[in-house]
Each structure stands twice: as C-alpha cells, then as structure tokens.
C-alpha cells in the first residue's frame, strides 16, 4: 500500500505534478509544488566535476500529502518508510534528469541513477529528499560548468535556499562560483503566468527555465 503511493507520489514530481493536480484542483494554485533547494557541487581528486548532491524541502502542503498515513498510530514516519520513500521517488525523477540541467564547456551532461538517498522530517513535518545525482561522465570545470534546477512546465517550482543555496565540495583551489539570478519577466510572459494561476494548465513547455537561477562554477 505504502509503496504504491510513494510511486504515485515519484510520479507526481517527474511528471509535473499532474496527478496532483487533478487530484486537488480546487484546492490549488498553479504552480502546484514548491521546492526550496540546497545543492552541492561535487569534485572528485582529479579537479572534475562528478555530481550534484540535493536537498529538497517542500512546502508544507505536500509534505502532508505525501507524509499522509504513514507512522501508523504513531504519527511518526519511520526510517523504513522514510527510505521507501526516498528510493521510489529518485527511481521516478531519474527520467527527468532529476529536474537539473547541467552544462560544462556549453555541452549538456545527463545524470546517472542517484544514491545517497535519504528523506527527513523536520519538527514541523516539513519532508525534505537528499539525493546525490551523479553525473554519467565526469565534468572539467576549466571552461565553466553551470547548473540550473527547474521543472521546464513549471507545475512545480524550484528556488534557490535564502542561504547559502550552493556550495561546492573538495574543488580545486582557485574555483569560483557565482549565481545569476533570472532577469524579470517580460510583460507577456508575466501575463501567461497570471492566466495559468488557479488552473491546471502549464504557462508554456519550457516556462520554467525564465524563473530560474543559474550557478556558474569556473576553475583554473
């Protein structure tokens, strides 16, 4: 029973939200999810880019969602559950690329299954998936590597912690890294957005991108 939902829930996420969406239209907004994402850039010895390791919290209101019946009489999720929860939903993002886009030298680079998977839950019940993403093939950051974190239809929302949101880990001295921030929306895309709000239709294939940052990591 568990399981079946949390792949209903995996779903949910690598899909856009749709099934949530039908489920609870006239309960919500579009967009449907929203994530606040904590990233780190991974380096290997050699000076390379190997992966990215997330942690995802999400609103409150889908972290009752997908926390809802699990604990038992206990309200509490257990450890079991937790990564039942985890492994199905990076099972399902997989085919997404994990909604993260990466580039080194202007070529794309795609992710390989995640591991480290785990789920938490704060005192709030506030659910939070870390995941390591591997990238297929290790990256040079010598003519910058970037990294962009959105769903393309923007049913679920992606942003940057407040807070230190990237950080990079065992890098080669010398590496920097910078966030640039998206520019404002045009007027026309503002009004797409505006028109697509308490519906359950995307604002365009490939809005999201126009909401969001890109993290630019150059090493000597």
């Known amino acids: 029973m568990f399981i079946g939902r949390g792949k209903w829930i995996g779903v949910v996420l690598a899909a ?20 606040a994402v904590k990233s780190v850039i991974v380096f290997a010895p050699d000076g390379r880019v190997t992966g990215v390791r997330h942690s995802w919290t999400f609103d409150d209101m889908y972290s009752a969602f997908a926390l809802q019946g699990l604990g038992g009489r206990a309200g509490k999720p257990s450890q079991q559950e937790l990564h039942a929860l985890a492994k199905v939903n990076v099972e399902q993002l997989e085919e997404t690329g994990y909604f993260t886009f990466v580039r080194a030298g202007g ?95 995307s604002p365009g294939p490939e809005f999201g991108i126009k909401l969001a940052a890109r993290v630019v990591v150059a090493c000597p």
């Not at 039908?22 to 919500?28: D, E, G, H, N, Y």
Request: charged content about 10%.
């Open 107 to 201: 070529q794309k680079i795609g992710f390989g299954p995640a591991t480290e998977y785990r789920t938490t839950v704060d005192a709030k019940n506030i659910l939070t998936l870390h995941f390591l993403a591997p990238l297929k093939e290790p990256a040079s950051a010598g003519r910058a590597f970037t990294m962009q974190v959105y769903d393309p239809t923007y049913y679920v929302a992606f942003d940057l912690e407040k807070t230190n949101p990237v950080t990079m880990a065992s890098a080669p001295a010398g590496c920097s890294l910078n966030i640039i921030q998206p520019a404002p929306l045009a007027a026309e895309y503002q009004t797409q957005l505006n028109d697509s709000a308490g519906t359950n239709i």
């Open 16 to 35: 856009g939200a749709a099934v949530l969406a039908s489920a609870f239209a006239p309960a919500l907004a579009h967009p449907h999810v929203f994530v």
